[in-house]
């Protein structure tokens, strides 16, 4: 069974940063692209980041660009998003998904952006 | 970037009756490959999304038979058969094929009446 942890997020001021980590077990890792998606409260759902199998290609949305970025540990089947200069806008809870297909997500961890 | 446009932004129905939700793209999603990679996922209050189709028409093993997809081009339909009290929340069009960025639509609430 596919699973996805996410965890990491919190309340972080304006400027501020923060890692989210994600979890997966249940599939082989190291052999699936993963992405980021987020969710800004009463809002729809937009992509932010993914990466492929090794590490090679990252991409982002234009919003994120330069102070996000996407990472993984395949040994430990984990993913990572690390934000910084963080904005209010970045409030949003975070999925992490499988592919780019996004066929299993996880729970999400909520982002506040606040002062 | 691709908009994708969704419509209604809500739909009430009554249980055992059909639905049916349309999804527009600003231009042509065949990609490249000659794949279609428009997906459809539905999110309940407080849950997480879910996929439920994805290339147009091909529905994920957990999914109940009464979900269909189809459609081609810009223009795409995710079909609800006979709504049960389970399908209510939003359903979220998805485009693939053209990419940075991957691009959803707005969102359909579904409720009942």
């Known amino acids: 069974e596919v699973q996805l942890v996410e965890s990491g997020g919190g309340l972080v001021q304006p400027g501020g940063s923060l890692r989210l980590s994600c979890a997966a077990s249940?599939?082989?890792?190291?052999?699936?692209?993963m992405s980021w998606v987020r969710q800004a409260p009463g809002k729809g759902l937009e992509w932010v980041a993914n990466i492929k199998q090794d590490g090679s290609e990252t991409y982002y949305l234009d919003s994120v660009k330069g102070r996000f970025t996407i990472s993984r540990d395949d040994a430990r089947n984990s993913l990572y998003l690390q934000m910084n200069s963080l904005r209010d806008e970045d409030t949003a809870v975070y999925y992490c998904?499988?592919?780019?297909?996004?066929?299993?997500w996880g729970q999400g961890t909520m982002v506040t952006v606040s002062s | 970037d691709v908009v994708m446009t969704q419509s209604p932004l809500s739909l009430p129905v009554t249980l055992g009756q059909p639905a049916s939700i349309s999804c527009r793209s600003s231009q042509s999603l065949v990609n490249s490959d000659g794949n279609t990679y428009l997906n459809w996922f539905h999110q309940r209050p407080g849950q997480s999304p879910r996929r439920l189709i994805y290339?147009?028409?091909y529905r994920d093993s957990w999914v109940p038979d009464r979900f269909s997809g189809s459609g081609s081009g810009t223009d795409f339909t995710l079909n609800i058969s006979r709504v049960e009290a389970e399908d209510v929340g939003v359903y979220y069009c998805?485009?693939?094929?053209?990419?940075?960025?991957?691009?959803f639509g707005g969102g359909t609430k579904v409720e009942i009446k």
């Open positions: 998904a499988t592919r780019r297909a996004f066929d299993f």
């Open positions: 998805m485009q693939g094929s053209h990419w940075p960025p991957v691009t």
């Open positions: 249940g599939f082989a890792f190291s052999t699936w692209w």
């Open positions: 290339k147009v028409s």
